[in-house]
């Protein structure tokens, strides 16, 4: 089975703090994601990886960064996090094959991040 | 425009009952893939079903199945013989092969299911 971990359940950090968010996957899949979730807003994309040291960016990634030093890990970095950064960070990956079912991604369980 | 409709915010079933979260989709591109996912409480997203543009027949997995009615651009998920475990959020996405970024996921807002004993 696939598994995706992520460095922390739920986090409470401060304003202006710089917030590591880490992942790891076990199954050698060149893509992985990170995504924040918000009520009524569904997922979102911030960053993505397809590869050791590439990056591109998502849909919004205005406030964040990203680190992918070594195929399994990929780390989310909030450099000054704010109020409106809580929320729900959710990473996954995913294989990279000429099949259409390559595209599943697999999902860690969740950080849920509150910044005060 | 929404690539991914998923029209019903909340549901509720009766345990044992089946039920049909419906999910349109548009796209042009004639390769893609549709996948569905349940979001539970704990939040942890999980893979239920996939079913690919040139797939013949609907995909099954035990209890899940999915209406696939590609001329009316739908994918429709079925739960049969619901049970209370199943109450969660589900999400419907679509992966299309030939876009700029084939990597990413296009996510509809999810349909709440509530499953009432």
């Known amino acids: 089975d696939v598994k995706v971990t992520q460095s922390s359940r739920y986090l409470v950090k401060r304003t202006g703090e710089k917030v590591f968010l880490e992942c790891v996957q076990d199954m050698d899949h060149e893509n992985m994601f990170w995504y924040r979730q918000d009520p009524g807003l569904g997922l979102r994309l911030i960053y993505f990886s397809y590869d050791v040291k590439m990056k591109e960016k998502g849909d919004i990634p205005e406030g964040y960064s990203v680190s992918r030093e070594k195929k399994e890990r990929f780390s989310l970095i909030l450099e000054s996090a704010s109020t409106n950064q809580t929320s729900m960070y959710l990473c996954?990956?995913?294989?990279?094959?000429?099949?259409?079912?390559?595209?599943?991604?697999?999902f860690g369980p969740g950080t849920r991040l509150t910044v005060l | 425009a929404q690539k991914i409709t998923q029209t019903q915010p909340g549901m509720f079933v009766q345990e044992k009952e089946a039920v049909t979260l419906d999910c349109t989709y548009d796209t042009s591109d004639p390769s893609y893939g549709l996948f569905w996912y349940k979001q539970p409480s704990s939040g942890e997203m999980i893979f239920l079903i996939y079913?690919?543009?040139?797939d013949q027949q609907n995909a099954t997995e035990g209890r899940y199945s999915l209406n696939f009615q590609k001329a009316r651009k739908s994918a429709n998920l079925v739960i049969s013989a619901s049970q209370l475990g199943d109450s969660a959020m589900y999400f419907c996405?679509?992966?299309?092969?030939?876009?700029?970024?084939?990597?990413?996921?296009?996510w509809g807002l999810g349909t709440s299911l509530a499953v009432n004993p």
């Open positions: 079913q690919g543009s040139y």
């Open positions: 996954a990956s995913s294989p990279q094959s000429g099949s259409l079912r390559s595209g599943t991604q697999y």
């Open positions: 996405a679509m992966r299309e092969v030939n876009a700029g970024n084939n990597r990413k996921l296009i």
